[in-house]
């Protein structure tokens, strides 16, 4: 599975934006999708998941209730709509699969994130 991930950039607090994954690959459908992020000087971190099917999701804590993730198995694709974005949401965001909290087998390249004050 190949991942290239898009739609990053800069907005104000407050304001939302749309990450997209697109897969290459047949078997994009078996696995569980998702992202994780990295701030500057900081570890990577889990940010949500969704299963192979759909009808899962799992959110870190600190983006709950404002970031959705969502997948389109038939486009081979995966987005991460995120809404109400504060500073300590910038960061480089990565899309993933075969996630688990921990790490992902298969990851793409960062689209930067970067949310002003």
């Known amino acids: 599975v190949q991942l290239r991930a898009s739609g990053g950039g800069l907005v104000q607090a407050g304001g939302s934006l749309r990450l997209s994954c697109a897969a290459s690959?047949?078997?994009?459908?078996?696995?569980?999708m998702g992202w994780f992020r990295q701030a500057p000087g900081k570890e990577r971190e889990f940010v949500a998941s969704?299963?192979?099917?759909?009808?899962?999701?799992d959110y870190a804590d600190s983006v709950e209730g404002r970031f959705t993730i969502s997948r389109d198995n038939a486009k081979n694709t995966v987005v991460l709509q995120m809404n109400s974005l504060k500073p300590e949401d910038t960061a480089l965001y990565y899309c993933a699969a075969g996630i688990n909290r921990k790490s992902a087998y298969y990851w793409g390249q960062g689209t930067l994130v970067t949310v002003s004050s």
């Open positions: 690959g047949r078997a994009f459908s078996r696995y569980n």
């Open positions: 969704i299963t192979w099917s759909g009808g899962i999701t």
